[in-house]
Nanobody
Framework: QVQLVESGGGLVQAGGSLRLSCVASGRTSTIYVMGWFRQAPGKEREFLASITKSGGNTYYADSVKDRFTISRDNAKNTGYLKMNSLKPEDTAVYYC????????????WGQGTQVTVSS
């Protein structure tokens, strides 16, 4: 009973930046962790970053920790992923996900937003 909608993807030149947004609706008070994942063609889904309810605990994959920043605004029911210094290998569909209180894994997923980085 949580819906997630990503936005902010698009075409960007290598070295550029994008900020992805994830708007949650429904029973948003049940969300404990919000996370971001991506999946490139022919590859498995890859974890990128996560953030807990208060925003005090963030986690990043080593591949993006120096370039990406995760945040959330609970008053707006919105999560964000700021991506800097984008590379062609960052090209993928990016997904927002949510893990409710009492769950051990993410159970809610957005449709995804395409990010394409040109050289």
């Amino acid at each position: 009973q949580v819906q997630l909608v990503e936005s902010g993807g698009g075409l960007v030149q290598a070295g550029g930046s994008l900020r992805l947004s994830c708007v949650a609706s429904g029973r948003t008070s049940t969300i404990y962790v919000m996370g971001w994942f991506r999946q490139a063609p022919g590859k498995e889904r890859e974890f990128l970053a996560s953030i807990t309810k208060s925003g005090g605990n963030t986690y990043y994959a080593d591949s993006v920790k120096d370039r990406f920043t995760i945040s959330r605004d609970n008053a707006k029911n919105t999560g964000y992923l700021k991506m800097n210094s984008l590379k062609p290998e960052d090209t993928a569909v990016y997904y927002c996900a949510a893990r409710p209180y009492g769950y051990s894994d993410y159970v809610y997923w957005g449709q995804g937003t395409q990010v394409t980085v040109s050289s």
